[in-house]
């Protein structure tokens, strides 16, 4: 069974920074494309930032391009999401993510496996 534990997240003011770390077990980690996505209250899910299998291709959403920049380390089984530049919008939980075998980075729709999430609250 795929399992996918986030960490990192917590209370930040606006302009400051956190890193969400994934950890995944259950499955060869470096064979599958990893994302992360995000969900305020009261909005639909939202597509944050993918990586390929190997690292090498990454796609953002607009809203954080510049801001975020996803990572993985595939020795440790472990994606990462840096977040700088946090303004108050980012508030969000946020879901680690793993793709259907054989599906690309930027298939939005191809995630299958999820993470708890974790909160990321940023103040004014």
């Known amino acids: 069974q795929v399992q996918l534990v986030e960490c990192g997240g917590g209370l930040v003011q606006a302009g400051g920074s956190l890193r969400l770390s994934c950890a995944a077990s259950?499955?060869?980690?470096?064979?599958?494309?990893m994302g992360w996505f995000r969900q305020a209250p009261e909005k639909e899910r939202e597509f944050v930032a993918a990586i390929s299998y190997s690292g090498g291709t990454t796609y953002y959403a607009e809203s954080v391009k510049g801001r975020f920049t996803i990572s993985r380390d595939n020795a440790k089984n472990t994606v990462y999401l840096q977040m700088n530049s946090l303004k108050p919008e980012d508030t969000a939980v946020y879901y680690c993510t793993m793709a259907r075998t054989g599906a690309a980075a930027g298939t939005r729709n191809a995630y299958n496996y999820w993470g708890q999430g974790t909160q990321v609250t940023v103040s004014s």
């Open positions: 259950g499955r060869t980690f470096s064979s599958y494309a």
